[in-house]
């Protein structure tokens, strides 16, 4: 099969398309062929082995070579132990042919024509999506139910890095439920995050967000500002979540942070999502049901992921970018 791999961290031309033996299915686990699959900041995180966290797989190679962890496609393939998913009368849960998309990582293996993963990180994929938003979803959408079901009704939201595959979703489901969003990305992305039913939009390359406010809620998809600055923009009883960023500031959540929340009552720390069909199902459903949007901003040939993790890393992308390994 066709697959992209690389072998060394560095930039988009370390990745090459290459033929591999096609993966067998394992115990508990399903051969999917891939029709899409969308660009995650975690794809240019693990090409580059940076922020050091991404180094976690492999610390001067990559152990994972083929990247690109949200994917949408058919079962090709049922591996043996994958019926003690039985559900009713004994089924297994997928049929070879069936659609289906998911969230891979930290398996990763999405830039392929085929992959084996285990069913349990699957969902059957809802017929109102095409191949290509179904993939844009997964770990965006998990990502962003999670951040937003920090926010009552009516509270004030900072989200930074809003103008990705998160933020686009989480500014829906937050302004659906009533929180004032303020969006913070660069000029290029202010009109897509009004558009999306972002109150206030902050350009980050202009203005210090932490400057603004005070927010009841800060989600940080980039995080990479002191524990002081955050605690500066957060309101009284306030909290601020780091999703991604750097591992310098990571640390510092974690252990700065933790303190100065003792003394300011102002919560710091680390939002990690519990990755599944769970965590996503509702959101592609809202989609589905045309509640809410998966803006898709480029599409890309296999052939071309160089090029898409370059457009998606170099911060042209509005909302999601997405590679169609075949047609739908
Ligand atoms: N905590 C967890 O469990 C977990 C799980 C999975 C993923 N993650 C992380 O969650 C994040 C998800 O982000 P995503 O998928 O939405 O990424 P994305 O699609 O790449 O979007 C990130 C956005 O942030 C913008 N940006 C870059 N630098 C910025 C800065 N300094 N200030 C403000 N905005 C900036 C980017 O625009 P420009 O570059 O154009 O400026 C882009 O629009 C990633 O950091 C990922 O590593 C966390």
Same mark, same amino acid.
């Not at 029709?35 to 797989?57: C, F, I, K, Q």
């Not at 009109?191 to 980050?204: M, P, T």
């Not at 949007?293 to 040939?301: A, E, K, L």
């Given at each position: 099969?066709? &697959?992209?791999?690389?072998? @060394?961290?560095?930039? !988009?031309?370390?990745?090459?398309?290459?033929?591999?033996?096609?993966? $067998?299915?394992?115990?508990?686990?399903? #051969?999917?062929?891939?029709?899409?699959?969308?660009?995650?900041l975690s794809?240019?995180e693990? #090409?580059?082995?940076?922020p050091?966290?991404?180094?976690?797989?492999?610390? +001067? @190679?990559?152990?994972?070579?083929?990247?690109?962890?949200?994917?949408?496609?058919?079962?090709?393939?049922? =591996?043996? =132990?994958?019926?003690?998913?039985?559900? =009713?009368?004994?089924?297994?849960?997928?049929?070879?042919?069936?659609?289906?998309?998911?969230?891979?990582?930290?398996?990763?293996?999405?830039?392929?024509?085929?992959?084996? /993963?285990?069913?349990?990180?699957?969902?059957?994929?809802?017929?109102?999506?095409? +191949?290509?938003?179904? %993939?844009?979803?997964?770990?965006?959408?998990?990502i &962003?139910?999670?951040? $937003?079901?920090?926010?009552?009704?009516?509270?004030?939201?900072?989200?930074?890095g809003?103008?990705?595959?998160s933020?686009?979703?989480?500014?829906?489901?937050? /302004?659906?439920?009533?929180?004032?969003?303020?969006?913070?990305?660069?000029?290029?992305?202010?009109?897509?995050?009004?558009?999306?039913?972002?109150?206030?939009?902050?350009?980050?390359?202009?203005?210090?967000?932490?400057?603004? =406010?005070?927010?009841?809620?800060? /989600?940080d998809l980039v995080a990479?500002?002191?524990?002081?600055?955050?605690?500066?923009?957060?309101?009284?009883?306030?909290?601020?979540?780091m999703v991604g960023g750097t %591992?310098?500031t990571l640390?510092?959540?974690?252990?700065?942070?933790?303190?100065?929340?003792? #003394?300011?009552?102002?919560?710091?720390?680390?939002l990690?999502? @519990?990755?599944?069909?769970?965590?996503?199902?509702?959101?592609?459903?809202?989609?589905?049901?045309?509640?809410?949007?998966?803006?898709?901003?480029?599409?890309?040939?296999?052939?071309?992921? !160089?090029?898409?993790?370059?457009?998606?890393?170099?911060?042209?992308?509005?909302?999601?970018?997405?590679?169609?390994?075949?047609?739908?």
């Amino acid at each position: 099969m066709r &697959a992209v791999v690389y072998e @060394r961290y560095g930039s !988009p031309e370390r990745l090459e398309l290459r033929d591999v033996p096609r993966p $067998v299915p394992g115990a508990g686990e399903v #051969l999917v062929e891939v029709v899409a699959t969308s660009v995650n900041l975690s794809d240019w995180e693990g #090409l580059h082995g940076s922020p050091a966290y991404a180094r976690l797989g492999g610390l +001067f @190679r990559p152990r994972r070579r083929i990247l690109g962890s949200d994917i949408a496609g058919r079962i090709a393939a049922v =591996g043996d =132990g994958a019926t003690r998913f039985a559900v =009713g009368d004994g089924a297994t849960r997928f049929a070879v042919g069936d659609a289906v998309f998911g969230d891979i990582m930290p398996r990763y293996g999405g830039f392929a024509e085929f992959v084996a /993963v285990p069913e349990s990180m699957l969902a059957p994929k809802p017929a109102e999506l095409s +191949f290509a938003e179904a %993939a844009a979803l997964p770990q965006a959408a998990a990502i &962003a139910t999670h951040a $937003v079901a920090l926010a009552k009704p009516g509270a004030r939201m900072l989200l930074n890095g809003a103008g990705g595959g998160s933020g686009s979703l989480a500014i829906q489901l937050a /302004v659906q439920q009533g929180v004032q969003v303020t969006a913070v990305d660069n000029a290029g992305k202010l009109d897509f995050l009004r558009a999306l039913g972002a109150d206030e939009v902050i350009d980050y390359r202009r203005d210090d967000f932490t400057r603004h =406010g005070p927010y009841d809620l800060i /989600v940080d998809l980039v995080a990479r500002r002191s524990v002081f600055a955050y605690t500066r923009a957060l309101a009284k009883g306030g909290r601020c979540v780091m999703v991604g960023g750097t %591992a310098r500031t990571l640390i510092r959540m974690l252990t700065a942070g933790a303190l100065l929340g003792v #003394l300011t009552r102002k919560h710091l720390g680390v939002l990690f999502v @519990r990755q599944g069909p769970s965590a996503f199902v509702p959101v592609a459903e809202r989609c589905a049901a045309g509640e809410m949007q998966v803006h898709i901003d480029r599409v890309f040939p296999l052939d071309q992921v !160089p090029e898409a993790l370059a457009w998606h890393g170099e911060g042209h992308a509005l909302g999601k970018v997405v590679v169609a390994v075949r047609g739908e």
